[in-house]
């Protein structure tokens, strides 16, 4: 285990997941998820995909297999999830957690974030899937809300990660 | 060939396996050859065929796990080849019918007439890669491929474009192909 992260609140969210029975975790990075990703990579086979597509693909077929999985993204790449979405594990009931950090989300930030900042949420809204944005304290229950959605209704839900939360 | 005789061919032959369908038509046809609770139909998400297939693939090492996929499919998504190529599963026959066409859209042409799909796949990492033209036979090409046990395997198979048989529509609705399947691979 990465000594420097024991007591950081992306160590917290990793003891979450486990205790909630996850098992299979892929991705795309983002800086905001680095110290995430770190820790998966010591504690787990974290397995990085290419692009958030095909890591949403690969962690359907890893629940088709039986695992609780977790694809991990940036909102850049709900632009090109938003298919996989919609064209799969909705009307397949296919549940997946996503972990998404929120680049250009009520904070300065590139341009290049500018659009899917202010519409990432509305973007998961429209294809009906729910959301926590989750703040410093809320982790839990704002965890709890997702796995709730995945197991009892077998829908994909998403935990919205701000700047700063996760290191 | 045609799709359906090559699809007709190859299923015979992979009734241990678990079967990943990409959209369109290839799906329909193995559906009308051999509809089995092994299938997993994906009629929508084009290009993620093999994503799904290499995730159970990597859960499921003692499971045989192939693809259906096609040309516009491959090409639409072809992170999936490295992906596979680098990960390495043993248990993973990725076969293409391709018919250098969008065939469930009208036939309008892909660029796989110009793009060796099956040297990609090999500078990827595949450990076996076969390729059968228009007028070859499938079977001997078929039967080294089942035979290779330290994929991934990537066989692909010129089939013609426009063959006219329309196929119905999937009739199950998508969670319960989800379900079907899950089923299958409990048992």
């Known amino acids: 285990m990465p000594a420097n992260l024991i007591q950081t609140e992306a160590m917290h969210l990793y003891r979450l997941l486990k205790e909630h029975g996850f098992n299979f975790f892929t991705g795309v990075p ?77 904070i300065q930030d590139a341009p290049e974030h500018w659009i899917m900042g202010q519409t990432s949420t509305r973007l998961l809204e429209d294809i009906g899937v729910p959301y926590c944005v989750t703040s410093p304290g809320g982790l839990e229950e704002d965890l709890r809300f997702c796995v709730d959605e995945i197991e009892k209704e077998r829908i994909s839900a998403a935990l919205l990660v701000r700047k700063g939360l996760l290191g | 060939m045609k799709r359906l005789e090559a699809i007709e061919i190859v299923s015979e032959k992979l009734r241990d396996y678990l079967i990943f369908h990409t ?66 599963p043993k248990n993973f026959l990725h076969i293409v019918f391709d018919n250098e066409a969008y065939g469930s859209t009208g036939d309008q042409r892909t660029i796989s007439r110009d793009v060796p799909l099956e040297k990609i796949a090999q500078s990827c990492g595949y450990s076996l890669i076969e390729k059968v033209s228009l007028n070859e036979d499938l079977r001997a090409p078929l039967e080294r491929c089942l035979a290779y046990r330290e994929g991934p395997v990537f066989l692909l198979i010129k089939v013609l474009s426009s063959d006219g048989n329309a196929c119905a529509r999937i009739q199950l609705n998508p969670s319960q192909i989800t379900d079907r399947f899950m089923s299958a691979m409990m048992g």
């Open chain 2, 23 to 88: 959209n369109g038509h290839i799906c329909r046809e193995s559906a009308m050859v051999r509809d089995r609770k092994e299938n997993f139909y994906m009629i929508g998400s084009m290009g993620l065929a093999p994503s799904l297939a290499l995730g159970t693939a990597l859960v499921r090492p003692d499971k045989k796990v192939a693809v259906y996929d096609g040309d516009g499919s491959v090409l639409m998504n072809m992170g999936n080849l490295a992906m596979v190529g680098v990960l390495k």
């Open chain 1, 30 to 106: 983002c800086s905001f998820l680095s110290e995430l990703i770190e820790i998966l990579e010591a504690q787990e086979s974290y397995i990085p995909a290419v692009r958030e597509d095909q890591a949403i693909g690969l962690a359907s077929g890893a629940y088709l297999a039986g695992r609780k999985p977790v694809v991990l993204m940036q909102n850049s790449g709900i632009g090109v999830s938003i298919n996989a979405l919609a064209s799969l594990n909705l009307i397949y009931k296919i549940p997946i957690l996503m972990i998404i950090s929120m680049r250009g989300y009520q």
